[in-house]
């Protein structure tokens, strides 16, 4: 069982990324609207490529 | 003459005037628009080819867009800098609220059809919140141009004071996020260390794993027990210091205290370690807590409903000329030109002209009240008819507007003594909880000091565990989330808890029970040379030029073209030519005086005005041609939804501001028993407070300004939809759409979810009976407690499950193969 002294120790450290990612992800406001890009994928119309479409946080 | 179910308007899906000239083609289609406004919205959005708008909009659409508002003076210095943040590369940020946006697509048009503007550098819409973040350069576009195009498209732009905008929940929500990120991957963890500490405790784990583990589990625990419960410590703190004992307290007890008998029981080597429980505690909790935060933002209630309720901007008066000003530039003694249709901005009187005003919001009386000089006009009312300049008396603080603020304020913050009854409830049995565990504490203290901590902790944990917190909020959010399938918003938390007791629900008249929107309801020739329908289209022609409330009962029929030379003449009716002949609309003096003949006019088929109905004639010089009944009509599922609550034991009573005959035949048709008629904002505060004396659970249902204030003194506040921003504010359960039938199920569904807060309750209450003395004397190990702990909550939250049952699971449907528009309303 000696096993565990590296396992449980790579397993926090997989811990500490998860939840390093998960903050980054909230920082960068990927959880501020739910609903939306479900269905932006859906509505982005690839046909007609605009000027000024530098896009905002979301594009 | 009742006008049949019309189709709905492709744009804004209100309905269709059955000889609309105005149509659209869209893919091939040609679809039926409801006027020149929704036109001109559809053409926009096509000719940016947005149409896809339509085919992945959800429900009804945007608001029908009102042409010609004038944005101009968001481009004067003084606004920008009130509405906007002047970053240091020359660009302009500002947030807005935006009215009529309800889902994903509508964001996603106002986004797109933005960054079709030059200068426009960033822009993002949130449908959740209906707020709006943007970012544009003041040199190539202006910010006038920018409202104006989200005017145009259909929804009301309101941008918000840089100031006030403030955390607009997002900063909330990303904190209450992580806190809880934090505690399910700690949960996570540490029960997985737990099980096999607790294999371990059965069949023996070698000391140095043992070690290890619990090690491991307090680093884990660490930051869920000081970061993610940091919430519970706080609110703990802030009920310790107001003298009261909230529910926080006992948690933040047994997380803090559990987490330090863990860390001193790793440190020393020996005794339990209770880090499962901690994670597990903080989780669940921090799960209930999130979801309720959910639903307070996802309301979208806006503080600042009462600046909305003044303009955006005023003509000021000055020395010979005029200027577009703000309201907040506005002192007592300016003089103030306003024009038909716009909102008056401050308390004063009129100098000169003469107008209808609109004061239904303020007063709650429905009927336009005219207004010449030296008359007051409040701060907030419509003006209707006329042009008038008036003088300004009181402006911001010291207006009615804000008085009715400050009334509500008070009633809100005395809201009746159920709340505090479950408070000081709840008070009591934590008290008790408190005493119990510190006199097992000292009982253990006298026989054997060593198991004097752990098993006060039990105690603590035992009493205050999963199953008996989670009890009520586990039924709440499946309550709250089925009620929000059926059309019924829940905002506060105790709301549907006070719902399920009310036995009396008051209902304000105008706009709650009735449309608060005058119908057509006959129109009858009084002349042989008249033909209805040619009456109905002048009338329409002539009522376009009106921004009376009675004009919208004719915005659904298709005005005669050709109408010139129109004149208003306030509080009496429109006089206009057409193909040669003048006509006159209005009042019947109005029109008997134009053809000099008044007692000739009067004919036999005339119906006398009832007493429900407002009767208009048209005429020309020679005489009357027709007379039009108009009248308020009910919503169409009133009576139904009145009947199945008395059955329900919810009895309905109605407390209108409006004048007695109109209530009480109101009244009758929906047989109500109790009405009350002409009453105030405060004598409708009084009404609730009596029914509350007598010990009646009171809900009340208002949309106007007006209600606020009893809103906030009822025991439940329900607003409707289509009412103000404000009502909405004051209410903890909002009723989104037109329809009254969704309070049936709202009552139904409080009264199920209080049945089974009872079941859980009392599971959760035998559970601790029989686990409390066992945790007193001692008996209790450590995996016994959490095995029990999860099972008793694994009940509690399946028996709330159940709540979500038998409706129909239903995703919002935003697929491909979804009705284009139109989806959902009855």
């Known amino acids: ?59 | 003459m009742v006008v049949s179910t019309p189709p709905a308007c492709f744009h804004c899906g209100g309905p269709v005037p059955r000889d609309s000239p105005c149509a659209v083609r869209v893919a091939g289609v040609s679809r039926p628009v409801c006027c020149s406004g929704c036109e001109a919205a559809v053409h926009l959005v096509l000719a940016q080819g947005l149409e896809r708008y339509y085919e992945f909009r959800s429900g009804s659409g945007a608001l029908p867009p009102r042409p010609g508002r004038d944005w101009s003076s968001f481009d004067r210095e003084a606004s920008l800098r009130r509405f906007t943040h002047l970053r240091t590369d020359g660009e302009r940020e500002l947030s807005l609220q935006v009215d009529g946006l309800h889902c994903a697509a509508c964001g996603w048009l106002i986004e797109n059809s933005l960054r079709r503007l030059s200068g426009i550098s960033a822009v993002h819409v949130s449908a959740g919140t209906g707020r709006a973040e943007l970012r544009y350069q003041p040199g190539r576009v202006a910010l006038s141009r920018v409202l104006e195009r989200i005017d145009a498209l259909g929804f009301q732009p309101h941008p918000l004071s840089f100031s006030s905008s403030g955390p607009d929940g997002a900063a909330e929500r990303r904190d209450a996020l992580k806190r809880l990120a934090v505690a399910g991957f700690g949960m996570m963890e540490v029960m997985t260390y737990s099980v096999a500490l607790y294999a371990g405790a059965m069949q023996g784990i070698a000391p140095d794993i043992e070690q290890l583990l619990r090690f491991v589990s307090l680093v884990v625990a660490t930051p869920v027990a000081l970061y993610s419960a940091r919430p519970f410590y706080d609110g703990a703190w802030r009920a310790l210091r107001a003298r009261t004992l909230g529910m926080d307290v006992p948690v933040a007890l047994s997380i803090g205290s559990a987490y330090l008998w863990s860390v001193v029981a790793v440190l020393r080597g020996s005794g339990a370690v209770y880090f499962d429980s901690v994670v597990m505690f903080t989780f669940f909790l921090g799960l209930g807590r999130f979801a309720e935060m959910t639903l307070r933002h996802r309301a979208g209630l806006q503080q600042d409903a009462f600046a909305r309720m003044l303009p955006d901007s005023v003509l000021r008066i000055v020395g010979e000329g005029a200027e577009r000003v703000l309201p907040e530039e506005l002192v007592a003694g300016d003089r103030v030109r306003v024009l038909a249709g716009e909102r008056i901005a401050a308390d004063g009187e009129v100098l000169t002209g003469a107008t209808e005003v609109d004061e239904s919001l303020l007063t709650g009386e429905s009927a336009p009240q005219v207004r010449g000089p030296h008359d007051a006009l409040i701060a907030g009312s419509l003006n209707l008819s006329g042009v008038v300049e008036m003088r300004v008396l009181r402006v911001g603080q010291d207006s009615t507007l804000a008085a009715i603020s400050r009334l509500l304020e008070h009633a809100r913050a005395s809201r009746p003594r159920f709340v505090a009854l479950s408070d000081r409830a709840a008070s009591w049995f934590i008290g008790a909880v408190l005493v119990f565990a510190a006199a097992v504490g000292l009982h253990w203290l006298h026989t054997d000091p060593a198991r004097a901590f752990p098993c006060v902790l039990a105690v603590l944990v035992v009493t205050c565990p999963c199953a008996l917190s989670l009890a009520a909020p586990a039924a709440l959010a499946s309550a709250t989330t089925r009620l929000a399938r059926a059309g019924l918003l829940v905002t506060g938390g105790r709301a549907l808890e006070r719902l399920a007791r009310a036995d009396r629900i008051v209902f304000d008249k105008t706009g709650t029970l009735t449309r608060g929107r005058p119908r057509l309801q006959s129109v009858r020739a009084l002349s042989a040379r008249a033909d209805p329908e040619r009456c109905r289209a002048i009338a329409a022609a002539l009522e376009r030029h009106s921004e009376h409330p009675l004009a919208r009962a004719f915005a659904l029929i298709a005005p005669a073209p050709g109408l010139r030379q129109v004149q208003l003449a306030v509080g009496r009716g429109l006089a206009g030519e057409l193909d040669g002949v003048r006509y006159r609309l209005g009042r019947s003096d109005f029109v008997h005086e134009f053809c000099h003949d008044a007692a000739a006019s009067r004919l036999p088929g005339m119906e006398r005005g009832r007493s429900d109905c407002v009767e208009i004639l048209l005429g020309d010089e020679q005489g009357p041609l027709a007379q039009f009944l108009l009248s308020d009509s009910l919503r169409e599922d009133a009576p139904d939804t009145l009947a199945a609550l008395g059955m329900l034991g919810v009895t309905p009573v109605i407390a209108s501001g409006d004048v007695p005959g109109i209530v009480t035949l109101v009244a009758r048709r929906l047989g109500v028993r109790e009405a009350h008629a002409a009453l105030r904002p405060a004598d409708k505060v009084a009404l609730v407070r009596t029914l509350q004396a007598a010990g009646h659970g009171v809900a009340m249902v208002g949309d106007g300004i007006n209600d606020a204030p009893v809103l906030a003194a009822a025991d439940v506040s329900i607003a409707i939809g289509s009412g103000t921003e404000l009502a909405k504010v004051s209410a903890e359960l909002i009723l989104p759409g037109e329809a009254l039938a969704p309070l049936i199920d709202g009552v139904e569904t409080a009264r199920r979810m209080r049945r089974i807060i009872r079941q859980n309750l009392a599971w959760a209450i035998l559970y601790n009976a029989t686990a409390v003395p066992i945790a007193a004397a001692g008996w209790l190990s450590p995996w016994m407690a959490a095995a029990g702990m999860s099972l008793s909550s694994l009940l509690v939250v399946i028996n709330a499950m159940r709540l979500l049952g038998d409706g129909a699971t239903r995703t919002p449907s935003l697929g491909l193969g979804a009705a284009p528009v139109q989806a959902a309303r009855a």
């Open chain 1, 1 to 59: 069982m000696k096993i565990l002294f590296l396992l449980i120790p790579l397993g926090l450290s997989l811990f500490s990324f998860a939840l390093w990612a998960f903050f980054w992800a909230v920082r960068r406001g990927q959880f501020d609207d739910l609903e939306a890009p479900a269905v932006q994928i859906l509505l982005d119309d690839d046909r007609r490529p605009t000027r000024d479409e530098r896009g905002g946080p979301d594009a």
